[in-house]
């Protein structure tokens, strides 16, 4: 699929479904908050939500007081519920409408958060753009949290193909730079009452 027609796909999703009608949505997303929070850094530090679209993650950040919250997808119109929801809230939020795998971050990050963008990258030159671009953008004795379909799950989300990963595809994927510190595993209930195991990991970039 081109990154047009992947922008296309996304953009009438968000056009067409409200956010707590697709199958990825969560009222709290109870893990990735706990695997933040395991991080044991500041509030203070910089932190960025790869497809975080129409996500209450940063609702939730904000509220626990983080204060550097970037929020990342390839649909504006996914970005915009999200504005509405926060109301004034959202000025606080540093917003981009962009493709992660095109991505020239303005600043570095201390924790980069990912709930299925990376399993989507089924082009094996998708994901080394998306690595050079974590690379670069991800500090040193900072955190990746990334969660995916866990083998044996689903093959396809939202009509698209999928890659399914385990800590040890993962960790070879993301290369020698990253130790694995904290995995765990959720049985996502979607809103038409099918389940979706999905696998989270967190690694740490290394000095």
């Given at each position: 699929m081109s990154d047009i027609n992947k922008k296309s796909h996304w953009e009438n999703i968000y056009q067409n479904k409200s956010p707590s009608e697709v199958s990825w949505y969560q009222d709290t997303p109870t893990i990735s908050l706990e695997l933040i929070s395991a991080c044991s850094l500041s509030n203070d530090?910089?932190?960025?939500?790869?497809?975080?679209?129409?996500?209450?993650?940063?609702?939730?950040?904000?509220?626990?007081?983080?204060?550097?919250?970037?929020?990342?997808?390839?649909?504006?119109?996914?970005?915009?519920?999200?504005?509405?929801?926060?109301?004034?809230?959202?000025?606080?939020?540093?917003?981009?409408?962009?493709?992660?795998?095109?991505?020239?971050?303005?600043?570095?990050?201390?924790?980069w958060h990912d709930k299925a963008v990376f399993h989507f990258l089924t082009d094996v030159n998708d994901r080394e753009k998306y690595k050079n671009v974590l690379n670069a953008s991800l500090k040193t004795g900072g955190y990746v949290i990334i969660a995916a379909f866990a083998i044996g799950s689903a093959t396809k989300c939202s009509g698209l193909e999928i890659v399914q990963y385990h800590a040890i595809k993962l960790k070879n994927e993301l290369g020698d730079n990253f130790t694995l510190v904290e995995q765990g595993t959720e049985n996502h209930i979607t809103p038409a009452g099918n389940t979706q195991i999905f696998g989270y990991y967190s690694f740490l970039k290394n000095n």
């Open positions: 530090v910089e932190i960025i939500d790869i497809g975080g679209g129409a996500s209450t993650l940063s609702d939730c950040l904000l509220e626990k007081g983080y204060t550097h919250v970037t929020v990342l997808d390839l649909s504006e119109n996914a970005l915009e519920h999200s504005k509405q929801r926060l109301g004034e809230k959202a000025n606080l939020i540093d917003w981009h409408v962009e493709d992660i795998t095109q991505f020239s971050a303005p600043k570095r990050y201390y924790i």
